[in-house]
T-cell receptor, first 118, second 111 residues
Framework: GAVVSQHPSRVICKSGTSVKIECRSL??????MFWYRQFPKQSLMLMAT?????????EQGVEKDKFLINHASLTLSTLTVTSAHPEDSSFYIC??????????????FGNGTRLTVT | SQQGEEDPQALSIQEGENATMNCSYK?????LQWYRQNSGRGLVHLIL?????REKHSGRLRVTLDTSKKSSSLLITASRAADTASYFC???????????FGTGTRLTVIP
């Protein structure tokens, strides 16, 4: 089945620094990738949708200058949390859908990245 | 908010019993999907039901969909300790996988 790899699985950074999270589709071409944020014991909130080669579409309330998304190739999307603050600490999860997948095909998720900002 | 709601928020049952989780949503949908999440991990797709379907089965899973009530249920029969996880419904309005997740049910199956 389709595999999505997310890296790193955990990262601890100091306040004010930037952190990059990678999401790779290993065995299919991901034309669309989705980035979610999840607070402890809560649901996933869609942050943005990225299509290969174009600018990401951000959900209302998500700061595009804070959460930079790049989807430069069909197998890689990155989320960069810029000037991180403790309130950015969260679990970030990516998912992907791609070419050859039927409409109504389920998404494939990465295993998530736990970001802790100290 | 387009986020759906699930109930119960938490459910604890004995191994072998059935578990039922409910999901309500607000908008019209193309399909509704159920996912499972083990603690601190990504999501695993369980089952997808289209808006023109009313019931679907997959192994020990049974999903129903009532679009008139904007609700869905997930039934896990003959539960096992390994079923312990959080379960989320997610609605897809267009079929393009732009998913909005419910609040989730945390299921604990006691061996």
């Amino acid at each position: 089945g389709a595999v999505v790899s997310q890296h790193p699985s955990r990262v601890i950074c100091k306040s004010g620094t930037s952190v990059k999270i990678e999401c790779r589709s290993l065995d299919f071409q991901a034309t669309t990738m989705f980035w979610y944020r999840q607070f402890p014991k809560q649901s996933l909130m869609l942050m943005a949708t990225s299509n290969e080669g174009s600018k990401a579409t951000y959900e209302q309330g998500v700061e595009k200058d804070k959460f930079l998304i790049n989807h430069a190739s069909l197998t890689l999307s990155t989320l960069t949390v810029t000037s991180a603050h403790p309130e950015d600490s969260s679990f970030y999860i990516c998912s992907a859908s791609g070419t050859g997948m039927r409409t109504n095909s389920p998404l494939h998720f990465g295993n998530g990245t736990r970001l802790t900002v100290t | 908010s387009q986020q759906g709601e699930e109930d119960p928020q938490a459910l604890s049952i004995q191994e072998g019993e059935n578990a039922t989780m409910n999901c309500s949503y607000k908008t019209s949908i193309n399909n509704l999907q159920w996912y499972r999440q083990n603690s601190g991990r990504g999501l695993v797709h369980l089952i997808l039901i289209r808006s023109n379907e009313r019931e679907k089965h997959s192994g020990r899973l049974r999903v129903t969909l009532d679009t008139s009530k904007k609700s869905s249920s997930l039934l896990i029969t003959a539960s096992r300790a390994a079923d312990t996880a959080s379960y989320f419904c997610a609605t897809d309005r267009t079929g393009a996988n732009n998913l909005f997740f419910g609040t989730g049910t945390r299921l604990t199956v006691i061996p």
